[in-house]
């Protein structure tokens, strides 16, 4: 089956610096890579996704690459913020699964 | 997306006993599932929850132990049987949509005594 690896399990910076979160998948059937944010106490909240067709996605300050040759993708903040402290899932899954497998997380802290 | 609750949204159990967590979602859904985050760790699957037949369970997880019902496309209770304190964790129900995206319900905070 699938597997996820992330990198690293925590992340600190500085607030306005960027964050950079890895992640590397093992199944090359792998289309649908979706990231997920749950700030301490509260449900996992998709915040952005990527599909195997697309090399870059971005959506304000945070943006994911995506390398299939590889098998990795990444998940880039800039200009971190308080609020950006949270523990970052990503997942990867097949087109018909409907069932990600995700990594095992990372902890951001943002300094202010 | 869809509007997830869950009830309860904590509670605190004595070893030996049974809670049956409900998940209500505001949509019909085809995909619903239930997941166990245990503390500091990521999510981990335990069935599929399927409407009128019985829940596909993940590697590791058991029907006696994790029974689940399916009566519509708008609910799903997940019931913990025979708990005991390795069963402390959060639960989350959640729903899939048409993009394969998972949504997940606020979870049910579970402490076994």
């Known amino acids: 089956g699938e597997n996820v690896e992330q990198h690293p399990s925590t992340l600190s910076v500085q607030e306005g610096d960027s964050a950079v979160i890895k992640c590397t998948y093992s199944d090359s059937a792998s289309n649908y890579f979706p990231w997920y944010k749950q700030e301490l106490g509260k449900r996992p909240q998709l915040i952005i996704d990527?599909?195997?067709?697309?090399g870059e996605k971005k959506d304000q300050r945070i943006a994911v690459t995506l390398n299939k040759t590889a098998k990795h993708f990444s998940l880039h903040i800039t200009e971190t913020q308080p609020e950006d402290s949270a523990v970052y899932f990503c997942a990867a899954s097949y087109s018909g699964s409907y069932i990600p497998t995700f990594g095992r997380g990372t902890s951001l802290i943002v300094h202010p | 997306s869809a509007v997830i609750s869950q009830k309860p949204s904590r509670d605190i159990c004595q070893r030996g006993t049974s809670l049956t967590i409900q998940c209500q979602v505001d949509?019909?859904?085809?995909?619903m599932f239930w997941y166990r985050q245990q503390p500091g760790q990521s999510l981990t699957l335990i069935a599929t929850a399927n409407q009128g037949s019985e829940a596909t369970y993940e590697s590791g997880f058991v029907i006696d132990k994790f029974p689940i019902s399916r009566p519509n496309l708008t609910f799903s209770t997940l019931t913990v049987s025979n708990m005991s304190p390795e069963d402390s964790s959060i639960y989350l129900c959640s729903v899939g949509d048409r993009r394969e995206t998972q949504y997940f319900g606020p979870g049910t905070r579970l402490l076994v005594l």
């Open positions: 949509s019909q859904v085809t995909m």
């Open positions: 990527i599909r195997s067709n697309v």
